[in-house]
């Protein structure tokens, strides 16, 4: 990999943006890394959550420019520039319905499509001075691929007001407008605490309860009390149903907990 790094610790993989030199910013080439890193990572039983950060003190700049520019030149027709941006959905996509835990740390600043990119995760901790924004319609682009997570995070009403007017606000404010969980100068503490909390969870159950969330928004009713009664009875009687079940009749932990 050459745009990220991935460290692994007791069933933990961490995923470093690495372009410090750009912020973090994402191009081609980083999107490609992330979605190969995100289809691993699905099909790793080992690994139980998934933590995002960015070196250099910076999480992330959104897209880089640099790449846009190629899309705006003629050398790219409209259909490729309208691919480019839908690759970068299915990317945001891939990590949202990643079937772990996911936690993402924010240092220094999340903007634009890296702000996008935050609200992908199940449990997002900032340092109370870092910095948000969403600046796409202040270089004359719509939020596109980001808009959708940024709803589900933070709402319809409070999407809408920093979409449109280029809100710019720190750690705290992000806090209190429900983009962040934690807003804390300890980071690595939070990580702990949800790596402790995640571990006590068995992670077949975690995936199906993901998933469920997930899709909760999009299913009727009884679509959604079909599928919520088939997660059950398939986590109920697998392994590790039986498994967790069994543990707390025996009064011990289960299997996954140690």
């Known amino acids: 990999m050459d745009t990220i790094e991935i460290e692994r610790d007791a069933g933990w993989a961490t995923i470093w943006l690495n372009r410090p030199e750009r912020r973090n910013a994402m191009n081609d080439l980083m999107i490609d890394e992330l979605m190969a890193t995100f289809t691993a990572l699905e099909l790793d039983m080992t690994v ?150 995640v571990r006590k969870c068995a992670p077949g159950a975690n995936a199906a309860t993901k998933a469920l969330i997930l899709s909760s928004t999009t299913l009727s009713r009884d679509d959604a009390l079909d599928r919520a009664a088939d997660s059950f009875a398939a986590c109920l009687r697998s392994d590790e149903g039986r498994e967790g079940v069994a543990s707390f009749l025996e009064k011990r932990k289960p299997n996954w907990a140690g």
Do not use: W
Request: charged content about 20%.
């Open 48 to 197: 139980r959550g998934v933590t995002m950060r960015g070196r250099g003190g910076f999480f992330c700049a959104g897209g880089d420019l640099n790449s846009f520019q190629v899309y705006q030149s003629d050398e790219k027709t409209l259909a490729e520039t309208a691919a480019f941006n839908r690759r970068i959905g299915t990317m945001l996509d891939a990590f949202n319905h990643l079937p772990k835990p996911t936690l993402v740390l924010v240092e220094g600043a999340a903007i634009a499509g890296g702000l996008g990119l935050m609200c992908c995760a199940d449990v997002i901790a900032t340092t109370p001075d870092a910095k948000f924004s969403l600046t796409e319609t202040m270089i004359g682009i719509p939020p596109a691929q980001i808009a959708p997570f940024v709803v589900a995070r933070v709402g319809l009403s409070t999407a809408r007001r920093i979409m449109l007017t280029g809100a710019r606000f720190d750690g705290t404010e992000a806090h209190a407008l429900g983009l962040a969980d934690y807003a804390t100068d300890d980071l690595d503490a939070v990580q702990a605490s949800v790596r402790r909390g």
